[in-house]
């Protein structure tokens, strides 16, 4: 093994920067040397790449987004699309390639494995926190923590006005996020793509908890559990109460990466590196039972995630 | 001069709990009782208010909403209600009234100063800044950092996935908050509910932008500018850029006030009681030529506060 | 089991409100009543307490400090103050005791457990994640967020005035927190408690540093590595290099939680009260392996958490 | 005028980048080509710089610190020096420079200005706020902010333990950085350089305090007032209370600046440009009466900013 690659793909994720840092410098430490693509699998598709030393990522710790770029890329989504990344990575005497992104990227990477003979490794990396293998993603803190210092916020004016407010955060298909976004807010509802919400449900909560002597209401919903705006007018429908919906945006995508997320990028990171250098290719890295460890792609991508329902029933308790 | 009044009214804004302990101190310093009303002019028209001291206001000045909680109140816009409200006054021998709001707040002000012989002060509290009379309104400068904090992370986003963002933030009718943001956080361009907007100018702004190598662009657009989902389709047809929408809701009305809002917060609850003791009334508190001052009601109600284009001409030169 | 005590003690660490809102909301739903003893072990001396309910917890989860308020009891260390705190429990029919706190109270509830008939479960909470039998406490992710944050606005000053930093951050004897804030800062160096430091090896690492092209560096140091003034005039009278010290102080005790503070604080109190309610006593509460488990006080207080050195490698990898 | 000079110099202050670019962008729309001097002073010394575009400009906004970078330079003291400086405009035919700092870069820059026929426009650029001739400078606000979140984090701790805590500001001289955060944080005592302070009057206003059912205190002095170690150790001696002190450092220094200090920055920016157009020099942008205008340098220089002692007994009313 002489010369790696390293690509970020899809959704960008705070921390992805940290992850870039620590593939570099610890693969450089090896004496590898290491070609960063550009715009996700674009620069793979169109060869286009930069040497990646230690000082060209100096400086990027802390900073959100990706200094690579990141790109949704159609044409790799087909087989010849595949091949030609693969083709690149030939061409390039590359032999190995560290792929940083959330489950389409992982995905991706296991299509290119069967393409190349080049060790390919993952590092989940996504505030969705959607990926078999690892407890947790790089980026799924930062996002957390974004979306709490915004509902603090909001709760300011929640408790000023005696309102509710359906809060919706990010997460198209899971509730990862906003679970444990609704848990950490101390959210009075936390609605989930997993679990389809009865209105009814929701409605006896709030009469319950003004009963109780709330003065306001948080309701946090993942994006993917249906049109908020429709559900705000049947909550005020049937309660008569005062909602407002205030949708949490892309500032969840950015942002410098916390601790935790700069953590999991510096472990993640060192471990692919290792792995590669170990040989071992088709494999993603992650944190189980608070370990550094990898896992088969091939499992990872054919394995749906599960999210802990505990928690929602915790968070209904809490919220008393 | 020996009891005085308080009550926070219409959206609430932060820094309103610091004016809450600034008129409370100030006037218990030099001897008055403080009664506030809760809820806004409900407390008035419902006579529910609670006594204040030095002890009862002490940790607030940091938290965003208002302790006092408000309301906006749609009986107190008949001239029924304000007569209500200005019994109540007499009712408990209160001789001045603090309001602490906005726009239809300090309307309000004036009403019941009509109705009554007690002296009425306003203090201008909202994120919207769209207050005559004064330069700025306690709660706008934090509302301003809420937002640019905000759009600085989307900007990592912006950056990584190089794409245009259109950004909404608060300002139905005026563009005082989207300005002097769009300006701080480097907009390429700016929207606001004053200017017209021109699809072309837009499009091509953008499409200059792109030539000159800028590979993402910010637009922030005031609420009130329109039909923001619409622009995004407009663009995206014209321009064959990836355009996302970013609201930015709540949170700007929430948070802990930054330390010039409550600078403002201290200096307007020191000088609306030193009103009152000097038996004026029909007055607001304001921000004027950097001193702070006073300006009757009468006149901050008739008059428009200008935006300054001047200040959107140099934001489209600084993004070039 | 029918009436618990809750006693927040030793330091303050942001998340203890969190613990103390969800040991009263899981107890309440559960039929139980709670004390909350005040100013730690005073309030269980004196027996000053009041009681909780979900409502009386209410609004806290978000904020800093602790509502019970902490101090530092010399008395306690005594037996005969152990004894006396027992007394107040069997007083008050209290049979079971959830005590929140770092090293020394966790000490002080093994001691106490000894007296008395009532079941004592600690929940680690302290910025130094010093509590064998946890891998993190309540506080700790909070602190070195805190400490990052001040750390990257630091880097700017050293950057532009090509400087060396040192930061001293929290850590008598122990040295987790400036082990994780300096791997996740990208330190240059970091001195923990732990390892005896080498000038000669610190004035080598700066000096190759600046060799490589790195115009500045930031040391972070734990307060119990000695004297970091002395360290810092050395270092400039080896190296000739511009140095200054800046002591990252008592912020890092308080302040907001972060999302994994207050997810500790939900699930480690859930756990608490649980273990109360299965007549299990002497236990502490503790995330092992990424899961919430618990374990005997006894083993915690007669065990020495270790750090792991292969993380201090690790980060100077990193910082090649 | 064809090529104008810039140079950042002194202490850095957040917001010096946004003057950087706002003087690239507008110079450049007027079609002047910038210098970009490094260093300070040293790249003038030293002919040492680069050339500064819009693109060049590009994603430093909102950056903390200076890309130009800074020192302070002895060699720039004497006349010799200033001679050089004057030589190296002259050489590379700049007939315009910006120098954005504090009070001892301004001064520089007026020596400069009397050895050289090229124009020289100060901009204000400094934490400390102490300049003459404008009422803010760019950076104050920023590191008022990160002061006043410190300190709300600090109170938490306070109040938990129920201590009194010295907290130290920058400001070895003057004291309009402390007095500021005094007022927004609400401190029960300010200590500035400018009023000796009496023990005696500390520890009444303690016990003071203390009496009306105060349970923690917060002192803000700036590093100018003396030992604040001594300080501490008599204030425990003669009251008994436990006092702590945290010193607030480098960190005040840096970060991504407020929206304050950008607006500052962009219109100091646009204003130096326009003065040398309007070949004006040997002079300084300020802020006077809430509006941008500028002033001399030398009446700058020789004058010393005033500190408002109303505000600090405004403080001690409103800590009541």
Not at 49 to 65: E, K, M
Not at 188 to 215: D, F, H, M, Q
């Amino acid at each position: 093994m002489k010369k790696i690659g390293l690509v970020t793909s899809g959704g960008d994720a705070p921390g992805m920067n940290a992850a870039i840092r620590a593939v570099v410098r610890i693969a450089c430490s090896r004496d590898l040397q290491v070609f960063g693509f550009e715009r996700g699998w674009e620069g793979l598709l169109t060869n286009t790449f930069r040497r990646l030393t230690p000082r060209s990522v100096g400086g990027i710790l802390h900073l959100g987004g990706t200094i690579l770029r990141t790109s949704r890329s159609p044409e790799f989504k087909k087989r010849e699309g595949v091949q030609k990344a693969a083709e690149t990575l030939t061409l390039n005497n590359v032999d190995g390639l560290v792929v940083v992104g959330g489950d389409g990227s992982l995905r991706g990477a296991l299509e290119l494995s069967r393409e190349t003979d080049a060790r390919i490794v993952g590092i989940p990396a996504t505030i969705d926190n959607d990926v078999f293998g690892t407890e947790e993603t790089i980026g799924f803190d930062t996002a957390v923590n974004t979306a709490i210092t915004e509902i603090d916020k909001i709760r300011d004016t929640a408790n000023s006005h005696e309102r509710v407010f359906i809060v919706e955060v990010m997460g198209r298909k899971r509730g990862f996020l906003a679970l444990t976004v609704g848990l950490t807010v101390g959210a009075e509802i936390i609605l989930v793509p997993e679990v389809k919400y009865s209105l009814e449900n929701i409605v006896r909560t709030l009469e319950e908890s003004s009963a109780k002597g709330k003065k306001s209401g948080i309701i946090v919903a993942a994006e993917g559990i249906g049109d908020t705006r429709k559900l705000l007018r049947e909550i005020e429908e049937k309660t008569g109460l005062d909602v407002r919906l205030s949708i949490s945006g892309y500032a969840q995508r950015g942002g410098h990466p916390t601790a935790r997320s700069r953590l999991l990028a510096n472990l993640f990171g060192n471990r692919a590196v290792e792995l590669l250098l170990n040989k071992q290719g088709k494999r993603m890295v992650g944190l189980q039972k608070g370990r550094i460890t990898s896992i088969e792609l091939e499992q990872v991508c054919k394995t749906e995630k599960s999210l802990d329902l505990n928690l929602l029933r915790l968070a209904q308790t809490l919220a008393i």
